[in-house]
Every structure is written in C-alpha cells, then in structure tokens.
C-alpha cells in the first residue's frame, strides 16, 4: 500500500483551523460567562443597595423591629424579610415566591430562586445593630425567564460559529494563494524535464527566493559541463 504523501496545504489548513475553533470556542465561552456575570453583578449593586437602604432606616428606628416599620417602607421594585437575633421576622404582605421556598435557597450575597420556569433574583446579608443582628433578605418583584438568557446563549453560538466558517473560508483561500507560486514551480520544473524550459523563473515570494537560485545555479553548471 503506496504510503500518503505530506501536504503542507493540507497540513496548514488543519493546524489553523482548530487555531480558529479554539479561538472561537474561547470567545463563546467568555461572553457566554460574560453574560451571566455582568446581570447577576447589576443586580447584585441594585439589591445590595436596596438592602442597605432598609438596613439603615430600621437601625435608626428607636420603636425596634416592627410590622409597621417595614411595611411603611416602600420598595417600588423589592419585597423585603427581615429575621432578627430574637427570633422574630417580618415580611412584606405580597412577597413572591412563597417565604418556605425563600427560605431553601437564601444564601449570603445573590441568590437565584427558581419557580414555575422563572427565576426571581434575592440578596441576602446579615447587618450588625446595637441589641441584635438584623437578616435582611431582598427579593426583586419582577421574576425572568431563564430562556431570556439561553435565547442571548444561543445567538451567541451562532455569531461564533458563523464566525468560525468565515474564518475557515479566508484561511482556505489564505492557504490557496499562498501556496500558488509552488504549484507554478512544479510546472515550470515539468517543463524543463521535458526540454521545453531552460530556467525557473525568479520571480517567486522570498520565501522560496534562495530555492529557486540555486537550482538555476546548478542547471547553469550541468549546461557548462
């Protein structure tokens, strides 16, 4: 069985293709974490300040930790709970999702909670008062589609794999043209096996410059002798 012969396009196709896939797949990966990171991260400030907010105005109630305290404090766009040190807590009258569901996936910072296909954003944190430790919790009234998201995702995917076919597209051609003067080469070498042609010609990229001079210096010896 004759042995496959080495190809330099074939070979330097290959190598920058997956150059270009792994380029790619980085670039998908990053805006895809990217993304993640940059919504959570604006909701985050936005809760956290929401959290401090409520933190600060029940600190400075002399009354304590009372039901009318917390419901005369407005949050247009928030529910709020609020557990203190003693044991008691108070929540807002139309919090969403359910506190026992709030409760199973409350952690300290962000927290996602998923219900009925939709994920509500909440901020959890812990704030030190005088007598007691106030757990203020925060959940953002409007939930949103995770599918928001994966649509974001998936249009990505396609910009990078459309990316990733127009590179491979341009470095075909790349490789074609750049690789044209040694298929000329070969022709030229064709014809003056055949007697046809007495010289290569010169005018070649640099790369093969030096190549193509010595094999007209040594047909110019083989002529002399």
């Given at each position: ?6 190809s ?5 196709f290959t ?31 936005q ?11 029940l ?9 009318s ?6 949050l247009?766009?928030?529910?709020a709970?609020i557990?203190?040190?003693?044991g008691?807590?108070?929540?807002s ?12 996936f409350?952690?300290p910072g ?16 812990i ?5 007691s430790?106030?757990?203020?919790t ?7 589609s995770p599918?928001?998201l ?5 249009l ?5 794999f459309?990316v990733?076919?127009v590179?491979?597209i ?14 000329r080469?070969s022709t ?10 007495r010289?290569?010609?010169e005018?070649?990229p640099?790369?093969f410059?030096e ?15």
């Amino acid at each position: 069985m004759p042995r496959k012969r080495f190809s330099i396009k074939r070979k330097l196709f290959t190598f920058l293709t997956l150059t270009g896939l792994i380029c790619t797949g980085l670039i998908f990966t990053s805006h895809t974490l990217l993304i993640d990171y940059i919504h959570d991260e604006l909701h985050r400030e936005q809760l956290l300040s929401a959290a401090n907010r409520l933190s600060e105005k029940l600190k400075s109630n002399k009354e304590g930790l009372t039901k009318s305290t917390v419901s005369t404090y407005v949050l247009s766009q928030y529910s709020a709970h609020i557990e203190d040190s003693q044991g008691r807590y108070f929540t807002s009258e139309d919090i969403k999702p359910n506190i026992e569901l709030i409760r199973k996936f409350r952690k300290p910072g962000i927290f996602h909670i998923p219900d009925n296909g939709l994920s509500t954003l909440g901020y959890n944190k812990i704030f030190n008062s005088e007598n007691s430790q106030l757990n203020v919790t925060i959940i953002e009234r409007d939930s949103y589609s995770p599918k928001t998201l994966d649509k974001l995702h998936i249009l990505i995917w396609t910009i990078s794999f459309t990316v990733l076919i127009v590179i491979t597209i341009i470095i075909f051609f790349g490789i074609t043209v750049s690789l044209r003067p040694l298929k000329r080469m070969s022709t030229q070498l064709s014809a003056l096996k055949k007697g046809t042609r007495r010289r290569l010609d010169e005018d070649v990229p640099e790369e093969f410059n030096e190549l193509v001079k010595h094999l007209n210096r040594l047909l110019e010896s083989y002529e002399k002798n």
